[in-house]
């Protein structure tokens, strides 16, 4: 498995609380990739990084900021949380698009 | 129309059963494919590539028809362990378009 982790696993916040999740890499891999899952919609992308301090909007990135200081730590923030946030999160990581994807193990975000 | 579309399922099969499922693209100009499996509440991970001639990896087979615009993926006797959702992802201009994903399982 590729060593990607993401911390925490499990969060609840209310809303309007900043919320950091972060994703940590052992890879080396150039790109980084934040999504999220929710029912009936396939992941769909927030903000990806293709290298240090270079960062890209994806399709969903309203509400969500990125920053990547390190080519191992890609950081997804949520300014102020809203109950449309809930959902799970996944971290994903790449050597080059479009080549295969490694993801993290999720980080279920709840906003109460 | 969402860009991947495949049907949710559930499918319910027997073990020792083949079942396939497919998925439909709206860019035509999409590069490359790919099945992902996802098992209850686990991260997302590559089952394998689709090419253009067709593959097969064991007792899966994927396809795709340009033409029409739609990968398939075919389980051939199916085992309990085969129970997941089944994502199609399609490369688009270097942006991966996730299917909501087909759900499977598997019983004795």
């Known amino acids: 498995d590729a060593g990607i982790t993401q911390s925490p696993r499990h969060k609840v916040t209310e809303t309007g609380t900043p919320v950091t999740l972060r994703c940590h890499q052992t890879?080396?891999?150039?790109?980084m990739y934040w999504y999220r899952q929710d029912p009936g919609h396939g992941l769909r992308l927030i903000h990806y990084?293709?290298?240090?301090?270079?960062?890209d909007k994806g399709e969903v990135s309203d509400g969500y900021s990125v920053s990547r200081s390190k080519t191992e730590d890609f950081l997804l923030t949520l300014e102020s949380a809203t109950s449309s946030q809930t959902s799970v999160y996944f971290c994903?990581?790449?050597?080059?698009?479009?080549?295969?994807?490694?993801f993290g193990p999720g980080t279920r975000l709840t906003v109460l | 129309r969402k860009e991947v579309e495949q049907d949710p399922g559930p499918f319910n099969v027997p073990e020792g059963a083949t079942v396939a499922f497919n998925c439909t693209y709206s860019?035509?100009?999409?590069?490359?494919f790919f099945w992902y499996r996802q098992d209850c509440r686990k991260e997302p991970k590559l089952l394998m590539s689709?090419?253009?001639s067709g593959n097969e990896d064991g007792r899966f087979t994927a396809q795709l028809n340009r033409a029409s615009q739609y990968i398939s993926l075919l389980i051939r006797d199916s085992k309990l362990s085969d129970s997941a959702t089944y994502l199609c992802?399609?490369?688009?201009?270097?942006?991966?378009?996730f299917g909501a994903g087909t759900r499977l399982t598997v019983k004795p």
């Open positions: 994903a990581i790449s050597e080059t698009p479009p080549d295969t994807q490694y």
């Open positions: 890879e080396n891999h150039r790109y």
């Open positions: 990084s293709y290298g240090v301090k270079d960062t």
């Open positions: 860019n035509s100009a999409s590069q490359s």
């Open positions: 689709v090419y253009s």
């Open positions: 992802v399609v490369n688009d201009n270097n942006d991966m378009r």
